[in-house]
């Protein structure tokens, strides 16, 4: 892909704005006008990769860019239907990145932050504009276009310089007391080091190369039912064609005990196959899950059930916690991937700086730590710590593990003229037993060793 010129950007940003002013204009109703609002964020993003073993390229990934992000939401007209605008604008702009650290692969046309050029070399920028249109009827809204999903089956990744997006419709209903409904299909995806629209894949089946395959109908629902102040209760479903169904169930918790607040989130997953990747053939034509297929399970079918809990116990600026994930089951734990390996979020306690601890079989033990150090007299300084220990890894040569370890350490200015300037350190290290792929059935890991440096401030422009 071939970079377009910053000055082009910059007037596709300006004709849409000058849409967007057109539309407030002529607006019939005044809660379209009035009840509009844009802000813009600037994000410094910068990261280095250290891949410490192995002699295959890359053996270090580096890259800085500045990111820009629009967000745009109008109010409703008036009436019994309420309809409405939404827009997001993103554009990144590389600061620094040679074509040594950028590094494509043949199953990934991008690098860490941004797309490639014809020379394999990063873009000197990319940038998409995505409205969404909405409409509102007493508490239920609906949306479609570029959507952002936070849920349980479908987690937009928000990890480098700019965010991942999809497209797609939106139902969310808040008419019950104390119950959320969503439900909602998902057509394409938007990476968030590029600027196309591909369609949806997982893990085993996906890539740039001629055996990949993908899908474009992801169908999901449930809901949140609060059944007090301090009792939430989930259950959501998700459904990729030709690849999975999956089953959500999940507990929020907080008790007040002794001094402090103890939280609990459990989760349960069961996701099994769907229609071409649940038969032997269309297996053997690529709708295929990553994993380890022992037993009687053909090779690549979805076959997962993912178990965890996470206690955290919160006193005087401290947050001390717990957790055990344990996968049952001959495959990987399936979510939803881009298609080419770009980056993805799967809801899982373990899914952390570098690794997700979603193998057939793994088993993961966590402890987490946190300090505000508003207790100190320092408001916006906040620490972070996790560790991570997994074994049972199901692979070909045998059971192995891996383990990570992750710090952050967050600066946001809390007051005067520069209130809301966030400063972010985070630095992780993942450690790995698996062999090389020819022995493991997976693709090899290596050990790894990262830094990222965020600079990020929202500016509120009405």
Not at 223 to 246: A, E, P, R, S
Request: proline fraction near 3%.
């Amino acid at each position: 892909m071939k970079s377009r010129n910053i000055t082009q950007s910059a007037l596709a940003v300006a004709v849409a704005a000058s849409v967007f002013g057109v539309q407030l204009q002529t607006a019939s109703a005044s809660g379209f006008i009035e009840d509009s609002k844009a802000s813009l964020t600037l994000r410094n993003f910068y990261i280095n990769t250290d891949n410490r073993n192995g002699t295959a390229a890359p053996n270090k990934q580096e890259e800085w860019g500045q990111g820009f992000l629009l967000n745009y939401a109008s109010g409703y007209t008036a009436g019994t239907v309420g309809f409405g605008v939404d827009a997001l604008g993103l554009l990144g702009v590389r600061l620094d990145s040679g074509k040594g650290t950028h590094y494509e692969s043949s199953s990934q046309q991008a690098g860490t932050v941004f797309p490639s050029d014809g020379d394999g070399r990063a873009v000197d920028e990319f940038s998409s504009l995505g409205p969404t249109l909405k409409a509102k009827v007493s508490k239920t809204e609906f949306r479609y276009g570029t959507l952002q999903p936070k849920l349980p089956v479908v987690v937009y990744n928000d990890g480098r310089l700019l965010p991942v997006t999809f497209e797609g419709g939106q139902v969310t209903s808040t008419d019950i007391k104390d119950l959320t409904l969503v439900g909602g299909q998902l057509e394409h995806t938007r990476g968030r080091n590029s600027t196309d629209w591909r369609s949806l894949s997982i893990g085993g089946a996906n890539g740039s190369t001629a055996s990949a395959r993908d899908s474009n109908k992801f169908y999901y629902a449930g809901g949140d039912y609060k059944v007090n102040k301090d009792l939430t209760l989930q259950y959501y479903y998700g459904q990729l064609t030709d690849f999975y169904q999956q089953h959500f169930l999940g507990l929020q918790h907080s008790w007040a005990i002794g001094p402090g607040v103890l939280k609990t989130d459990l989760r349960a997953f069961d996701s099994t196959s769907d229609g071409k990747n649940g038969s032997a053939a269309g297996r053997a034509d690529g709708y295929v899950s990553s994993g380890y297929y022992g037993g009687n399970v053909t090779k690549g079918e979805v076959d997962n059930r993912a178990y965890s809990g996470l206690f955290t116990y919160n006193l005087a600026g401290h947050s001390i916690g717990a957790g055990y994930q344990v996968l049952n089951g001959d495959s990987d734990f399936p979510f939803l991937n881009r298609g080419d390996g770009e980056g993805s979020t799967a809801y899982l306690i373990t899914d952390v700086q570098i690794g997700k601890f979603q193998h057939a079989g793994e088993r993961t033990w966590q402890a987490r730590y946190a300090y505000d150090f508003a207790q100190v007299g320092v408001p916006g300084l906040t620490f972070n710590a996790i560790y991570l220990n997994a074994d049972n890894i199901k692979t070909k040569g045998g059971d192995q593990g891996e383990w990570e370890r992750d710090f952050s350490l967050a600066y946001v200015i809390p007051d005067g003229t520069f209130k809301g300037l966030g400063f972010t350190w985070k630095n992780a290290a993942l450690r790995s037993d698996l062999p090389a792929a020819s022995k493991s059935g997976y693709a090899s890991q290596r050990d790894q060793d990262e830094n990222r440096l965020i600079v990020s401030y929202t500016l509120p422009l009405f």
